[in-house]
DNA sequence: GTCTATACCGTGATAGAC
DNA sequence: GTCTATCACGGTATAGAC
């Protein structure tokens, strides 16, 4: 009873630093948050970060951690149920689009706050090359390279490079769109918001289909 | 005279600040560089920072407003001499396509280094809310707006959000682009590189025109 | 007008009391 | 497992010398 106890007490201050540095990292990126930043948010002292992550780049990696399974697994379940066409490839794509981008949004808009900070973080993550081998390889490579596996099967005679262009088209749409950078909100004067990935889904899908095709139609 | 070269020594120093930050600031980012990395780096005491540009905000802001010109102008007159020609959507997406992206990818490939990390740190920005207003829609909303009611005259019976999403799609598959993140070095075993956008080129323009038809299609 | 020296505060991390 | 005190260092900004 005493270790279960302490066993959750201890769980709970790291899951109180996991959501209050998620929630800060997403505004301000890793370098623009402090470990007081954290502990102060929280109302706890800054030592337990180091307690508890020994670092505040260990903490940064935990944070990244704790959601990639289940996002990982959301999308592989959905992929693993596709049916490869060769005789109805805008079926196919539609298919891989699907598995591969509306995981990432229905987390976003309605896994609640934490979901929507973290995909906002892999947003940031994605386009700075230092966190290129640390983390984004070392943690989505396995599940990407199934995509671009499943795409290379989809288009029998499309060039290798197009198909990895595919993907990184893909993947391009599908984190901006998460985002959540108020940019479409100020250019719709309003109209639109970035947070409302309900409203981007089908164009969001007819757009990657649609580019998909054109992009491996030709060898 | 004196006057000349007083300011002809000043203006080399703001222009070695303000490269050298620019390097910087790809590689980490605003807050994961600091003014004494500048300065150390330039070989200057880091005084100077705030001599010449008063803040590191605002030698950031100066490094952003240093380039905007150049490629707002060649963005524009790539688009001003696109004819719309509603029976051919298909070319006419293709050169509104070829007027945003290309003056940025060729930009980002033989500019020189001073482009490309320009490039690099505007991809950044645009993914991070933070910025949206002080800098992206300041420096920005105008030229993209030219774009978007250019697609908004090529579709007349497509709704307005899908327009606006049009925008976005090609904005972040632009963005992506240039933002050198090595991502597809490691995806490909290092068959493709993320700057060698000569490479990218086709594959983007396939992707993006076709996406567009087929997002823009159905009003 | 330009650069030097320095002030002063915030940073990540740790040692040791409780 | 938590808290206090403290470290060495790096952060931005400024006052004043040249």
Chains 1, 2 share one sequence.
């Not at 993947?171 to 100020?186: E, F, G, H, M, P």
Request: glycine share 4%; charged share 25%; with cysteine.
């Amino acid at each position: 009873m005493n270790v279960k106890n302490s066993y959750k007490k201890s769980d709970s201050v790291r899951t109180l630093l996991l959501d209050t540095a998620e929630t800060l990292f997403a505004e301000r990126g890793f370098f623009g948050v402090s470990i007081r930043d954290i502990t102060e948010e929280a109302d706890l002292r800054n030592a337990s970060i180091n307690y508890h992550f020994k670092s505040k780049e260990n903490l940064f990696l935990a944070v990244i951690d704790r959601r990639i399974a289940p996002l990982s697994e959301a999308r592989l379940s959905k992929l693993s149920k596709l049916e490869i066409d060769l005789l109805q490839p805008d079926r196919t794509v539609r298919g891989i689009v699907e598995a591969f981008a509306l995981p990432m949004l229905d987390f976003a808009e309605n896994g609640g706050t934490g979901w929507k900070n973290y995909c906002i973080i892999v947003a940031h993550l994605a386009v700075q090359k230092i966190w290129n081998d640390n983390i984004v390889s070392a943690k989505y490579d396995d599940h990407s390279r199934q995509f671009i596996e499943t795409l290379r099967q989809t288009f029998p005679s499309t060039s290798d490079h197009r198909i990895h262009y595919c993907f990184q088209f893909l993947l391009s749409a599908t984190l901006y769109a998460v985002c959540d950078n108020k940019r479409i909100d100020t250019l719709s004067n309003g109209a639109l918001r970035s947070d409302d990935l309900t409203r981007l889904r089908d164009p969001f899908i007819d757009f990657t289909v649609g580019g998909i095709l054109s992009a491996a139609g030709q060898p």
